[in-house]
């Protein structure tokens, strides 16, 4: 087969629910009434079922979520958050601009996950939350963070990636104190622009990052408490009803085609494939493998349509961002060889067999 191969195909996903995306939205437009309603509630409701816990507050974004979910803990100036520095940026700009200060950890080579024993030793007396990254699909070892952190540290997990993944039977989003997750377009549970959500199981704080992210009110005109504006949009709500009722058969798709690829690949010499820790059933929001000379490698499969990626190139102290925290070069070595031969091949639940085969022969001769 020929022809170009994205990274992510979202048209697929938008055949399956438009027709439900239409008529949901027509009964929007008909109401005018944009903000709030049953179809966010009701999303709410299913999204904490899905997730397996009591509460979920629909959000603007996933950098809003993890940012209320640390302010509904009273995390502010003078705090410090542990955070790994091999992520999207957005966790540590949640943790940043709470007036909070991130403090990098590395990770684990292989599964590229939080190293546990770095944010233990990274704790100090100021330390009052961690935030493990479910990265690229598979459940960061909380259980194991749990078990060394003090018990006023709380754990924030950052579910960006991991909807509907497990650990050791558990679903993301449900570990920790409190959990953010992101709906943003590309993600496995996608909105149709910025969306995002809480998920905890406490009412405590369920309830304050409610009020966060309505103008720090309660009732209408009452403002106890300074505010944001953090809404999740009724359209999006309606969106994200129809494609969480095919998120398990997406997500196990995605299963399907992460494991051929890792079948394909075994015996290509110069690949290593992704790590799954054990006790952990990922969701594959992506698919990473390593491989000396990335650039080049990279530049060969863009050269062949093959829209392959880097998540995420720079780790979080190298950037200009967060040079304020005087961390350089050699701080966090795992992390920063992840930056250097990670590559994310296109992985979505629909794509063929055929593509993928296309994909590891373009690979193939690359490496070789
Ligand atoms: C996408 C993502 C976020 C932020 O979500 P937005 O909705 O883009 O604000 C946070 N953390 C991780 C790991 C992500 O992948």
Request: hydrophobic share 45%; aromatic share 6%.
């Amino acid at each position: 087969m020929t022809g170009p191969i994205p990274l992510v195909d979202l048209a697929a996903q938008h055949a399956a629910v438009a027709d439900e995306v239409a008529a949901g939205w027509a009964a929007v437009l008909a109401k005018t009434a944009f903000v709030g309603g049953p179809q966010v509630t009701a999303f709410e409701g299913e999204y904490a079922a899905f997730a397996g816990v009591e509460h979920c507050i629909g959000l603007g974004n996933g950098t809003d979520a993890l940012e209320l979910a640390l302010r509904a803990l009273s995390i502010g100036t003078g705090d410090e958050c542990i955070v790994p520095a091999n992520t999207f940026i957005a966790t540590a700009e949640a943790v940043a601009r709470t007036g909070a200060t991130p403090v990098l950890v590395d990770c684990d080579l292989d599964t590229a996950l939080i190293d546990v024993d770095a944010a233990a030793a990274a704790v100090t007396t100021r330390t009052r939350a961690v935030l493990p990254v479910d990265l690229y699909g598979q459940v960061a070892p909380i259980e194991k963070l749990r078990a060394v952190l003090p018990t006023n540290v709380a754990i924030v997990e950052d579910a960006a990636q991991s909807q509907g993944a497990t650990r050791n039977g558990q679903t993301a989003g449900s570990f920790g104190d409190i959990a953010a997750t992101s709906f943003y377009p590309g993600k496995n549970l996608g909105a149709y622009g910025d969306a995002g959500a809480v998920t905890t199981s406490r009412a405590d704080l369920a309830e304050r990052v409610r009020l966060l992210g309505a103008h720090g009110s309660p009732r209408k005109y009452e403002h106890p408490v300074l505010g944001f504006n953090s809404r999740l949009d009724t359209l999006q709500a309606v969106v994200l009803s129809a494609k969480l009722r095919r998120l398990a058969g997406w997500n196990a798709a995605r299963r399907v085609a992460a494991d051929r690829y890792t079948a394909l690949l075994s015996d290509v010499d110069g690949v290593t494939t992704p790590v799954v820790a054990a006790g952990n059933v990922p969701v594959w929001h992506l698919y990473v493998i390593r491989v000396a000379d990335r650039d080049a490698v990279l530049g060969k499969l863009h050269a062949e349509g093959i829209g392959a990626g880097i998540h995420y190139p720079t780790p979080v102290h190298l950037t200009g961002a967060f040079a304020d925290l005087g961390l350089g070069a050699g701080a966090f070595p795992a992390s920063e060889r992840l930056g250097t031969e990670i590559l994310s091949l296109p992985l979505f639940p629909e794509i063929t067999e055929a593509q993928q085969e296309r994909v590891v022969s373009v690979l193939s001769e690359a490496v070789r």
